[in-house]
C-alpha cells in the first residue's frame, strides 16, 4: 500500500478473508496457477490515484491499486519470488537496493513513542515487554534499505577516499516513463529478441500484462505507490546498469579501478579520478536509458569534489542542537518565563537558520528534528513533570508551539504522523490534564488545517487525531475542505471524524453536504447500470468501487443515500460465481459478497490508530511513496 494512505484505510480485511478461506476455496486458490490465470487477457482496474506533494510548487501522483490487481500481484510474487531474487543477484552490478531473500513475516519494531502510547492507553501493560511485531515487506533489501544509511555509511567513506570526484544524477520521473514492455527488453537483455520470441508465460512478459491491467491498460508508466512497483523500476535499472557497464569496459574504462557506480533506486552516484571520465560515462548512462525511453534530470546533476555530498553535513549540526536544547531544558530549575522562552527560541531560530544554509534539505532536516524529539518526548515529558507547577503548564505551551511551527517547513505524511504522535503523547501522558493544553493542541491543528489545506492528503490525518480531542472543529471548516474537494479520502476522513457519541446530532450541514456528494456519485453509477446492465463489472473494477464499498458500512449515511447502495450491494451478492472459470475475479466478487468488509475502519478507536502509527514507522524503506 502507499504510505500516504489516511490512517483509517488498510488491507487488513482482505489479508484476513485470504487467510480464512475454507478448504475448498483454498484448493480452488491454489489450482489457479500461474498458467491458467495468465494465458489469456486479465481484467483491467482503475487505480485510485491521488496528488501529494513534491515540494511547494510540484506534485507527485500517487496510486492506490484495485484489490484485484493486488491478487494478481500477489500470484506473482507466490510463484516467481525466487527467481527475482535470482535475476538480481545475478544482474544487480550497481544497485544499492533490491530483492535479495525472503523476509521473516514479521520484524520487531523500533517505534518506542508508539510503545509508549499503547502503554498510557492500558495501564496494565508491561513497557518492558518484547516489541510488537508488524508485516514489512515481503523481501529483504540489499544493500541498504534507505539512502540515508548509504550517506553514512563506511562503503561511502572508501568510495571517498579512493575517489576525488563525485557526479550525482537522476532519472527524470522513472516510474512514470518507464515502458511496461521494457520489462521483457530488460529481462532477456535484447529489444529485438523480446520482440521475436514472445512469450507469455515468461516472468517479465507476466509482470507486463499485470502492470498494464493494475494501470487501465497503460503501458507507459508504471503505478506508483506500491512497493512491487520498485522491484519492477529495479529490473529495468539493473539491465541499464548492465548496459552500461559492458560499453565502459569495452572502452577500457574498467569498474572499481577507474570509476564506481553505485545506484539507490533512480540516484546515481558516478565516481572517479577525472572528470572528463565522469562526464563520459553519464553520456553512456543517457544513452542506454534513451533505449528504455528514460532520460536524465539535468537540473539535478551535479559535479562534486571532495568532500562529498556538502548538503549532508547538516545533519552533526543539527543533532549537536538538539542535544543541547533538550540538556538545557532537562537543567532549568527555574520559573522564569522569559527563559524558558529563550531556551525555545533559541533553537528554532538555529533550525531556520539550518534550512537557509540547506535549502534543498528542508524536508529532511524538519524530519530529521521531529523524529529527534519522537525518540526523546517521554524523557523531556517527564522531565518537565517534575518542574514546578508555575512554569509547567508554559514548558508544554512553547514545546507545542515548536512542533506545530517547524512542521509548516514540511508539511507531508510523514511528518504530520511524526506530529500526531507527539501531539497525542502530551495529551495522553500530561499528568494535570489541562484544558489549556488540551485546548492549544486542538488549536495548532486546526490551523494547519485552515492554512495548508491545498496539501488535502497530507493534512486529512489530522481530523483523524481531532476526533479524540474533546473540542469540535468549526462547521465552515469542514464544510470548506467538502466544497474544495469531495474525494473518497476527504470524504471518509470527515465522515470519521463525525463518528462519536457526542457529534452525533451535530454538523448536520456537513452530514448532509456528505449525503449530497455520495447520492450524486451513486445514483450515476446507477443510471448506467439501468443503460447497461454488464455496466456493473466496469463500476467493480474502477475507483469508484471504494466509495460504494466502503460507504455501505459508514454509519452517516442517511436512509435514501443508503439504500442506493443498497442496490448495488444486492446485484453484487445476486453474481453467481462460476468456480469453473479459473479468475481472480471470482475470489474478488466472493470478498465483495455482503459488503461487510470495508477498506476503512470506521470503528477505528485511538488505541487501533496508535498501531497503525507504530507500523507506518515499520516501512523504514521510504518515508513516502515512489
Known amino acids: 500500500m502507499p504510505f500516504e494512505l489516511p490512517l483509517i484505510f488498510s488491507n487488513d480485511n482482505l489479508y484476513e478473508f485470504l487467510n480464512s478461506l475454507d478448504g475448498e476455496k483454498i484448493d480452488i486458490w491454489n489450482e489457479y496457477s500461474i498458467n491458467k490465470l495468465f494465458n489469456k487477457k486479465i481484467e483491467e482496474t482503475e487505480p485510485f490515484n491521488f496528488l501529494i506533494y513534491k515540494n511547494e510548487s510540484s506534485t507527485r501522483i500517487i496510486s492506490l491499486i484495485h484489490p484485484l490487481s493486488q491478487l494478481y500481484m500477489l500470484k506473482v510474487i507466490e510463484k516467481y519470488d525466487l527467481e527475482i531474487i535470482n535475476y538480481f543477484k545475478q544482474n544487480a552490478i550497481f544497485s544499492l537496493r533490491h530483492p535479495n531473500k525472503i523476509s521473516n513475516k514479521n520484524i520487531n519494531t523500533n517505534d518506542t513513542i508508539s510503545k509508549n502510547l499503547l502503554s498510557l492507553l492500558n495501564e496494565e501493560s508491561d513497557e518492558s515487554e518484547e516489541s510488537s511485531t508488524v508485516p514489512t515487506s515481503y523481501f529483504i533489501k540489499r544493500r541498504f534499505t534507505k539512502i540515508n544509511d548509504f550517506f553514512n555509511s563506511n562503503f561511502l567513506k572508501k568510495l571517498e577516499i579512493k575517489y576525488s570526484q563525485l557526479l550525482r544524477i537522476d532519472f527524470q520521473n522513472c516510474f512514470y516513463n518507464i515502458y511496461t514492455h521494457s520489462l521483457d527488453w530488460s529481462y532477456l537483455g535484447d529489444i529485438k529478441l523480446a520482440k521475436d520470441f514472445r512469450n507469455n508465460m515468461r516472468i517479465s512478459s507476466i509482470l507486463d500484462k499485470v502492470l498494464q491491467a493494475s494501470n487501465y491498460g497503460e503501458t507507459n508508466g508504471i503505478v506508483v505507490g506500491p512497493e512491487f512497483s520498485r522491484y519492477i523500476a529495479e529490473i529495468v535499472l539493473c539491465n541499464i546498469d548492465k548496459i552500461v557497464h559492458t560499453e565502459l569496459r569495452n572502452n577500457k574504462l574498467i569498474n572499481k579501478i577507474d570509476y564506481e557506480i553505485v545506484r539507490f533506486m533512480d540516484d546515481v552516484f558516478i565516481f572517479s579520478n577525472d572528470e572528463a571520465h565522469a562526464l563520459y560515462i553519464k553520456k553512456v548512462i543517457e544513452e542506454a536509458s534513451f533505449r528504455y525511453r528514460l532520460s536524465i534530470n539535468e537540473s539535478k546533476s551535479q559535479l562534486e569534489r571532495r568532500p562529498f555530498l556538502r548538503n549532508n553535513l547538516w545533519e552533526s549540526k543539527i543533532r549537536l542542537k538538539l542535544i543541547n ?134 493534512v486529512l490525518n489530522l481530523f483523524i487525531f481531532l476526533k479524540f480531542i474533546p473540542k469540535d472543529l468549526p462547521e465552515s471548516l469542514l464544510l470548506r475542505f467538502l466544497d474544495e474537494k469531495d474525494d473518497y479520502f476527504t470524504l471518509a476522513t470527515i465522515s470519521y471524524y463525525l463518528g462519536t457519541k457526542e457529534r452525533k446530532y451535530r454538523y448536520k450541514r456537513v452530514r448532509k453536504l456528505i449525503n449530497l456528494h455520495i447520492d450524486n456519485r451513486v445514483q450515476g453509477l446507477l443510471d448506467e447500470v439501468l443503460v447497461n446492465k454488464n455496466k456493473i463489472k466496469t463500476i467493480l473494477l474502477s475507483r469508484d468501487f471504494y466509495l460504494i464499498y466502503d460507504f455501505y458500512s459508514c454509519e452517516i449515511l442517511c436512509k435514501e443515500t443508503r439504500d442506493k447502495i443498497i442496490k448495488f450491494k444486492t446485484m453484487v451478492d445476486r453474481i453467481n460465481i462460476d468456480w469453473s472459470e479459473k479468475n481472480l475475479y471470482n475470489f474478488f466478487l466472493y470478498y465483495l459478497q455482503g459488503f461487510d468488509k470495508p477498506f476503512m475502519k470506521w470503528t477505528a478507536d485511538i488505541k487501533d490508530i496508535v498501531e497503525v502509527l507504530e507500523k507506518k514507522s515499520s516501512q523504514i524503506d521510504t518515508g513516502h511513496s515512489g
Open 325 to 458: 536544547f533538550s540538556r538545557t531544558l532537562n537543567e532549568y530549575k527555574g520559573n522564569n518565563y522569559k527563559v524558558v522562552n529563550n531556551i525555545i527560541q533559541e533553537l528554532t531560530d538555529e533550525i531556520k537558520t539550518i534550512i537557509i544554509k540547506y535549502p534543498s534539505e528542508q524536508h529532511k532536516i524538519i524530519s530529521f528534528v521531529l523524529k529527534f524529539f519522537e525518540n526523546k518526548i517521554k524523557i523531556i515529558v517527564n522531565d518537565i513533570e517534575q518542574k514546578d507547577l508555575s512554569i509547567r503548564k508554559y514548558m508544554f505551551f512553547k514545546l507545542i508551539d515548536l512542533f506545530q511551527y517547524i512542521i509548516i517547513f514540511s508539511i507531508n505524511t510523514s511528518n504530520i504522523l511524526k506530529y500526531i504522535k507527539l501531539s497525542l503523547f502530551i495529551y495522553l501522558s500530561e499528568k494535570d490534564k489541562s484544558e489549556d493544553i488540551t485546548d492549544l493542541l486542538y488549536k495548532k491543528s486546526l490551523e494547519l488545517l485552515k492554512y495548508h489545506s491545498k496539501k488535502r492528503i497530507e
